[in-house]
């Protein structure tokens, strides 16, 4: 898809330069421009004073086959056509009402082909939906205009859901009085700002965020959420609030304001009513300003029952057999992001009793775990994952979980603790499950070590649930079943199904992931080939012939049951 977007910008600027509106030079800078401000082509080309907007509607009019308008030209839209649009849907998609007649809702937009706009649209509110095309430059002055971005009416009557919450931020709340008063520090402590955090931090809990992205451009701040694995808009409050955007993270983080030429970590523990949320922040300087990102640990949100993680029968009893043992290692492994941690916390609390001493060694700690001694590695004053782990060795442990194996030294010592009475549980990064055997001989672990101390090997990876309020049946072309390289057969016997977008999923189809998993137990078999050195392929091989489902037979499984889509599937795994 990104692709295609790019396609569309150079016609765009080749059409331009077609009729003698700009020159190849203009274009050139256009778009060297546009890389740093990540607006579209023709929002860039006017911003610059290169081409008019008049010029611009009329050529994306003609491209696009719709009617365009001139948002300047208009000087009234009626109030309730306006509220017809929700605030958010109109900053995200970039859309404004401008008449209903009938059941037709006119809405000017910048991209009158983004099919996913206008099927929200549609859906939110209940009108069918007549695009007009727009210049995004007067678009975007005009979304600010009508729904009051910019101003601190406008930001309490798109927080007004959050005045009622009980928000007060229990950590680093102190630090305000100790700084100096500055300019920067009076307009931090202005009212649209601090609401405006307490709103984002609020929605993205209420939303089921699990990041919060503040990004600092050139001309302007884009505020994103990551729900169910996808980054979505938000809104983008005025330039002017950048600095002070920025400046409040830090200082509720207790961070150094004053610093801005290096990253920086810090976190900060919110309590909104009965619940407290813990946010760890990062700082990272651009070229614009900083770039924040919050990760959100919500424990309430957190689960943590095996048996509800969506793992098939003949699995599960292989992983709960395998984290039972008194002794050996049980290794997860998945890119970053994929639940990993997860599913060991939820192994650690099913085999949680009180005769056994259960230490962890993270970075980061994430949760806070009743009844386990979990320690924060600290690499800059020595304490990795070894040094944490060479220390538990001498603090009586049963079981040992060690938040990723990076090296050979690590390696080595949570080898010979499993290979001495320990249950060690730990995290890499492969591709699956066989290529993790592999990937401990090439870091030097020798092979009859790995075949003897490894009981078991999870690899997973998330996908999006469909959202079961809107889940409907549908099908797809033969071509594209084949190019999944999906068997005919096998397709013949597959259900499959979306999500239409409704107001539970925000018009996505999707809410809430489900884990995939291929869970390889070790068997003598493969133990065998693990000391005779046969590849990753082969011990895949095995392991199916076993019983084993591999990450993309599992993800059909769930798919033909209706809990994902074919795309998320094919998404995240190999054939």
């Excluded at 101390?453 to 809107?470: E, H, K, M, S, W």
């Amino acid at each position: 898809m990104a692709t295609a977007r790019t396609k569309s910008s150079d016609l765009i600027g080749d059409l331009l330069v077609r009729e003698g509106l700009i020159t190849e030079d203009q274009l050139k800078a256009a778009l060297n421009e546009q890389r740093a401000n990540g607006h579209r082509l023709g929002y860039t080309l006017v911003a610059m004073g290169v081409v008019s907007e008049t010029d611009l509607t009329r050529v994306l009019a003609r491209k696009y086959r719709v009617k365009a308008v001139d948002l300047s030209r208009i000087d009234h839209i009626d109030g309730r056509v306006i509220k017809m649009v929700k605030p958010e849907i109109a900053v995200r998609h970039l859309v404004l009402p401008l008449r209903r007649v009938g059941r037709t809702l006119t809405v000017a937009m910048a991209n009158p082909t983004n099919l996913d706009a206008i099927d929200e649209l549609r859906f939110s509110t209940g009108y069918d939906i007549e695009p007009v095309v727009a210049g995004e430059y007067s678009l975007r002055k005009a979304v600010e205009k009508h729904y009051e971005m910019g101003t601190e009416d406008g930001l309490q009557d798109i927080l007004k859901q959050f005045d009622d919450e009980d928000i007060e931020v229990v950590e680093g709340s102190d630090i305000e009085d100790e700084m100096s008063v500055t300019a920067l520090q009076a307009q931090v402590e202005e009212a649209p700002v601090v609401k405006l955090i307490n709103g984002i931090l609020t929605s993205a809990v209420q939303k089921g965020a699990s990041d919060i992205h503040i990004e600092p451009y050139e001309r302007e701040v884009r505020i994103r959420f990551r729900v169910d694995g996808a980054l979505r808009e938000i809104m983008r409050p005025p330039l002017r609030m950048k600095a002070a955007l920025t400046s409040r993270v830090k200082i509720l983080a207790d961070l150094n304001i004053a610093e801005r030429r290096i990253p920086q970590d810090g976190r900060i523990k919110m309590r909104m009513g009965k619940r407290v949320i813990d946010f760890r922040v990062s700082t990272l300087p651009g070229l614009f300003g900083e770039k924040i990102v919050l990760r959100i640990l919500d424990k309430s949100n957190l689960q943590l029952d095996l048996e509800k993680f969506g793992m098939e029968s003949q699995a599960e009893e292989a992983f709960v057999g395998a984290i039972r043992n008194p002794y050996g290692m049980v290794l997860v492994t998945g890119p970053t992001g994929s639940g990993k941690t997860t599913t060991l916390y939820a192994a650690l609390l099913k085999i949680n009793t009180e005769d056994v001493n259960i230490m962890t060694a993270e970075d980061p700690v994430e949760y806070n775990l009743r009844g386990i001694n979990q320690t924060q590695v600290r690499p800059e004053i020595g304490l990795t994952f070894a040094a944490a782990l060479r220390a538990f060795l001498r603090q009586d442990p049963n079981i040992i979980l060690v938040g990723e194996i990076r090296d050979l030294e690590t390696a080595g010592i949570a080898i010979k603790a499993a290979l001495t009475g320990h249950l060690v549980l730990s995290t890499l990064h492969t591709n699956d499950a066989a290529s993790t055997i592999t990937r401990l001989m090439d870091i030097g672990v020798e092979p009859f070590n790995v075949a003897s101390a490894v009981n078991l090997v999870t690899a997973q990876r998330l996908v999006r649930r469909i959202c079961t309020n809107c889940r409907v049946e549908t099908s797809y072309d033969p071509d594209v079943l084949d190019a999944a390289m999906i068997p005919r057969e096998k397709a013949a016997e597959l259900k499959f199904y979306k999500g239409e977008g409704c107001e539970h999923c925000d018009g996505t189809g999707y809410r809430g992931r489900q884990g995939l998993y291929e869970v390889m137990p070790i068997t003598a078999t493969i133990r065998r080939m693990i000391v005779q050195g046969e590849s990753a392929d082969t011990m895949k091989e095995q392991a199916i012939a076993d019983g084993m489902l591999t990450l993309r037979d599992d993800g059909l499984v769930k798919v033909n049951r209706g809990v994902t889509t074919l795309e998320e599937v094919l998404k995240e795994t190999a054939a």
